[in-house]
């Protein structure tokens, strides 16, 4: 059981159809996510990564092949509530405080109160925001509210993080900080995540695996295994020749994989 | 303190036009008068007489202001002719009606919200409701339920509810569907239920639209009342007082009835926007 992959598409395909005519979003699509691994998918837009990111949450409805999650259809995996999401905007409530808004998924899963206000308690220290649960979501940065929509992804027990360009709207030094507490906490969670982007750094510093995807049709160019050691790695690894080489590689793929044409 | 020069100005404006126009509408009749007593009037003495005609065509803005402190003040307030009974037999009527169109807009929006079928069906008869002037409803529901033997409040609030369900409800099917892609797609990766979705985000998201439709509906609703009032000859309320005005010319009366009737709008709406105030600040949602 131990190593059956926890995301595993087999000739995913699907097809939105519109009034220009079908569009090809997703194409042969062929990957395993093995338990623990931190992936990042990223491409141009278009290239079809936060389709396949919906279709693993069944957010989307694939057209064609197979996808397991947790060894289940998508759409039993989230019934099950076997993922969390993160989406590119916080999206938090503003009539709830953070506390609040990260009890949100507690409350519809019917989670007890006490046990509430402990989860509560243990991922905001977790994201690193004690002290902040009773503020309202306009008194906190862009950051921190991010931050905040990560703890309630990780407020329920889902072995999966989903996260489409969570940091996207975010300057340069914050995103920094988040990715590095990213990774400190998906070691210290041991979850799977999948991660979107369009940061070629980002994919690499945070990934023990990187899809590079490339657009019409949306399909999977080439997959990346990162040399970099797994766990917390620490930001200057960003300057170190295997970090240079592997983002080379990445820039190389998306070339090749016509990401720079128009 | 900035705010009270322009206001007061515009206040000022408004009345000297106010005085203008009484002298300007009112002074044929001291012509006619004169001219049937055989006399001469100067200009200054028609000024004067314009302002204290007993059925002025336009009451000057004391005579108003009189009739009004006569109508509050000048009685007991549970005397036929004090505007504080009349007024709150209107008020009344209009808390019911405003009430139950509050309640039914509620309940229409929730259920076009939820079903595509009430959304085809309930919408156009609720449009095509408003289309219809009130003024040829309301004596029709006044008669009819009269044959039914009832009367006094209910039919009253019934006219307010017709006119005050319909901003709440285009306002809290806007408000309803509020919450983005985004936030639902949110819930749905919960597996969140109907139920949950509208508790936890529709409904708290509509409230800035809901109380911005029950401003719009809670001064419907008063003009509902009024207008219901009209019709049956009915002897209380701030309607009966404006009809016997017109009826025996007592136009002071009119106006003052007017005044209070405006008066008690922005009394209602102030009110429903101190409770949005606070709400929305209890949300959260005020910084």
Redesign the interface.
Known sequence: MTAAPVIKARGLNLTFQTNDGPVHALKDIDLDIEKGDFVSFIGPSGCGKTTFLRCI?A?ETPTGGELSVNGMSAEEA????S???V?Q?A?L?????IAGNVK??L???GYTKDEQAKRVEKVLSLVDLEGFGKK?P?QLSGGMQQRASIARALAFDAEILLMDEPFGALDEIVRDKLNEELLKLWSATNKTIGFVTHSIPEAVYLSTKIVVMSPRPGRIHEVIESTLPRGPRPLDIRDSEEFLQIAHRVREGLRAGHAYDE | MKMVAPVLTVLAAIILLWYGATVWLNSQWTYDQAARAGQEVSFSEVVVDTMNQKRPVLPAPHQVAEGLWQGVFGQKFTSKRSLVFHGWITLSATLAGFALGTGLGILLAVGITHSRAMDLSVMPWAIASQTIPILAIAPMVIVVLASLGITGLLPKAIIAAYLSFFPVLVGMVKGLRAPDHMQLDLLKTYNASQGATFWKLRLPSSMPYLFASLKVGVAASLVGTIVAELPAGATRGLGARLLSGSYYGQTVQIWSALFAAAALAAILVVVVGIIEQITLKRMGMVR
């Open positions: 949450a957010l989230r019934k099950a509530r993922y969390g999401y989406f905007a999206g409530y503003p009539w709830r405080t949100l998924p409350e519809i899963m309202f306009w």
